[in-house]
């Protein structure tokens, strides 16, 4: 899988919209982008996933330039509720491995 | 909906035990993955499993050591307990290896070596 880089943690306000972005440099031509998201005490879960360009979901968006080095999750309108852990992976998923990071922490206050 | 049942979401056992984590997959999937998660650290894949009695290293196997003899239940075998193994372990499943197959997670097991 291609090494992802993202920031260790965010904050934000209820009502903003968070971009979180996830620099993967030597994605891979077949690779694709996932997102998961992990609330506390609860295992990650599936949020999103993208090749190019933009996909959106009813919860959040996925934009991918171009050159597909980076990736940026984008949350409309948080919440309390979306405070949580959020993990970029890169790959084809050709592979049995799936290797999660250190992920985002993001932490949404009133 | 995809069921990941962990045996149980709180265990403390002592230095030298064998502790066994018990995972099981309603779904038919031929993945099966064990973590380990800590402060700062975030998920460390201990060992996989993509078909029965199939079995691959993750990043991180030292101490443990798995057994998938049948599809849907993928243990993870502590076989001599130590203090650094306390953490939260989580299992997972996936239909299959491919950029659709999204990972299921149960909602881990908190052990603790004393």
């Known amino acids: 899988l291609a090494k992802t880089t993202q920031p260790i943690s965010m904050d934000s306000y209820e009502g903003q919209e968070v971009n979180i972005t996830c620099s993967h440099n030597n994605i891979a031509t077949n690779d694709y982008i996932t997102w998961y998201q992990q609330f506390p005490s609860q295992g990650p879960r599936f949020i999103i996933q993208?090749?190019?360009t933009k996909v959106t979901n009813e919860v959040a968006s996925l934009f991918i330039p171009a050159d597909r080095k980076s990736s940026t999750l984008s949350l409309p309108r948080v919440s309390l509720s979306d405070t949580a852990v959020y993990y970029c992976?890169?790959?084809?998923?050709?592979?049995?491995?799936?290797?999660f990071g250190t992920g985002t922490q993001l932490k949404v206050e009133l | 909906d995809v069921k990941v049942t962990q045996s149980s979401r709180y265990l403390v056992k002592r230095t030298g035990e064998k502790v066994f984590l018990e995972c099981v997959q309603d779904?038919?999937?031929?993945?099966m993955f064990w973590y380990r998660q800590d402060p700062g650290l975030g998920l460390r894949l201990i060992y996989f499993s993509y078909d029965v009695k199939m079995k691959e290293k993750g990043d991180i196997p030292e101490g443990y050591s798995v057994s998938r003899e049948k599809k849907e239940r993928f243990s993870l075998i502590l076989e001599s307990a130590s203090t650094n193994q306390t953490s939260m372990y989580l299992c997972a499943s996936r239909q299959r290896a491919g950029v659709n197959t999204e990972a299921f997670f149960g909602q881990g097991t908190r052990l603790t070596v004393v």
């Open positions: 992976l890169v790959g084809t998923g050709g592979g049995n491995k799936l290797t």
């Open positions: 993208g090749y190019k």
């Open positions: 779904m038919d999937h031929e993945n």
